[in-house]
C-alpha cells in the first residue's frame, strides 16, 4: 500500500515563508542546493539521508507557487512513478506534471485527483537524472 511520504507548501515569497514556518513551528529550513526549494525538517531525522527517524512522520518542502501548484500538495510513496500514473489515469484522474528526477534521489510526479486536488508522487532511485 502506497502511504504518504511528504508535504509541499507552494509560497509566493521565499523568505517571509521559511521565516513564518521556522518561527511558528520550529521548522528547520534547508535551502536545496541549485534548487528554489527548501526542505522543512519538521521531526527529529537521520543525519545522513535527513529522513525522518521516528516511524510514520513525514517532512516536507516549499517550492514557489505557479498557476498550476498553488495550494498544498500530499505527496505519496510509490514503486513505479510510471505505473503509478497510469493507473492513475485509468481509475479517473490525470497528470498534472509529468514524471522528473530529483538527481541520486528519485522520482516524482504531480497528478489531479477526480475531485481537482494536485497530489504528488515519488519514487525512490539514487540513479535518478543521472
Known amino acids: 500500500m502506497a502511504g504518504v511520504v511528504h508535504f509541499e507548501i507552494p509560497t509566493g515569497d521565499k523568505e517571509r515563508a521559511n521565516a513564518f514556518y521556522q518561527r511558528a513551528f520550529g521548522w528547520t529550513m534547508v535551502p536545496m542546493q541549485g534548487m528554489d526549494y527548501t526542505s522543512a525538517i519538521t521531526t527529529p531525522s537521520d543525519q545522513q539521508t535527513g529522513m525522518p527517524s521516528a516511524p510514520g512522520a513525514i517532512n516536507g518542502a516549499l517550492f514557489p507557487r505557479t ?63 543521472s
Open 67 to 129: 498557476d498550476s501548484l498553488k495550494s498544498p500538495i500530499i505527496t505519496i510513496d510509490v514503486d513505479d512513478v510510471d505505473a503509478a500514473l497510469a493507473q492513475i489515469e485509468s481509475a479517473g484522474g490525470a497528470v498534472a506534471q509529468a514524471k522528473d528526477a530529483v538527481p541520486g534521489m528519485g522520482w516524482y510526479a504531480y497528478f489531479t485527483d477526480t475531485e481537482g486536488n494536485i497530489m504528488g508522487l515519488w519514487q525512490t532511485d539514487s540513479s535518478a537524472g
